[in-house]
């Protein structure tokens, strides 16, 4: 499908060192502890498109702990121009070859290197999407 295309090149067009806040906002929503959604905004640090997103945070964050007690998440991105809405799951890495994979320019200001070992990566796997780009408006899943 064209549109399934078109979100996988602008998902990809938003992961971090390629483009800023004003091309797209991108939030992550889970479950806090007390059965809650909650939403973050973040940079995606590395996509597949809309089928895998990563993120970048610490170890001791609300977010890993939201993670531990329910792994199911969503992810919204969305400009004046489109919206993107994904549901699936997520994952904490904290194995090395991601987080040297993972890495990227600006992650400095927050840990200090790759192997810092509260740094870990998020990886939300889509298994349905609602896209809404250039007037068109598709549902379906991965």
């Known amino acids: 499908m064209e549109i399934i295309t078109k979100a996988n090149e602008i998902v990809n067009n938003l ?3 390629k ?3 004003e091309k797209g906002i991108c939030a992550l929503a889970l479950i806090d502890q007390n059965g809650y959604p909650t939403a973050s905004t973040l940079s995606i640090g590395h996509a597949d498109g809309i089928k895998t997103l990563d993120f970048a945070t610490g170890l001791g964050s609300n977010k890993v ?3 531990k007690k329910s792994n199911r998440a ?3 991105i969305n400009s004046a121009d489109y919206n993107i809405t994904l549901v699936g799951t997520i994952e904490i890495l904290t ?3 991601t987080k040297q994979a993972g ?3 600006g992650l400095e200001h927050h840990f200090s290197g790759a192997d810092d ?3 870990c990566v998020l990886r939300f796997s889509a298994e349905r999407y609602c ?3 250039g007037g068109e408006e598709v549902e379906g899943t991965l």
Do not use: H
Request: contains cysteine; aromatic residues 20%; hydrophobic residues 40%.
């Open 15 to 17: 992961t971090s060192g």
């Open 117 to 119: 070992p509260n740094y």
């Open 74 to 76: 969503g992810v919204c």
């Open 65 to 67: 702990a939201r993670i």
């Open 95 to 97: 194995d090395p070859q």
């Open 103 to 105: 890495w990227y320019e």
């Open 131 to 133: 896209l809404f780009i």
């Open 19 to 21: 483009a800023g806040w």
